[in-house]
């Protein structure tokens, strides 16, 4: 059974940063691309990031180029997603994904986590 449990949202004042983790079982992680993706209430949602297991190349949105940092720890079949000086716009469920079909950035993401929280006070 494929799985994605993501970890490490929370409550932080802006200019703080966060550790999102994606932790992954049921498929090979060296052959898949994972996303991150936000959805704020009221809004769309919005891929912000990705990493091809792969090959390690990565995708970012132009909203968060510059801040965030995608990584990822093949022995624990992991990935990161760093968060730097953030903003009250950042408020919003994080989901990781996974395509598991071609391990490339952006993704086709059929598999999901169940999400969780940043919010960012000003």
């Known amino acids: 059974e494929v799985q994605l449990v993501e970890a490490g949202g929370g409550l932080v004042q802006a200019g703080g940063s966060l550790r999102l983790s994606c932790t992954t079982s049921g498929f090979t992680f060296r052959d898949s691309a994972i996303g991150w993706l936000r959805q704020a209430p009221g809004k769309e949602r919005e891929g912000v990031s990705c990493?091809?297991?792969?090959?390690?190349?990565?995708y970012y949105a132009d909203s968060v180029k510059g801040r965030f940092i995608v990584s990822r720890d093949d022995a624990k079949k992991t990935v990161y997603l760093q968060i730097d000086n953030l903003s009250p716009e950042d408020t919003a469920t994080y989901y990781c994904?996974?395509?598991?079909?071609?391990?490339?950035?952006?993704?086709?993401?059929?598999?999901w986590g169940q999400g969780t929280q940043v919010t960012v006070s000003s």
């Open positions: 994904a996974a395509d598991l079909v071609l391990p490339w950035c952006p993704g086709e993401y059929k598999y």
């Open positions: 990493i091809s297991t792969s090959d390690g190349s990565t």
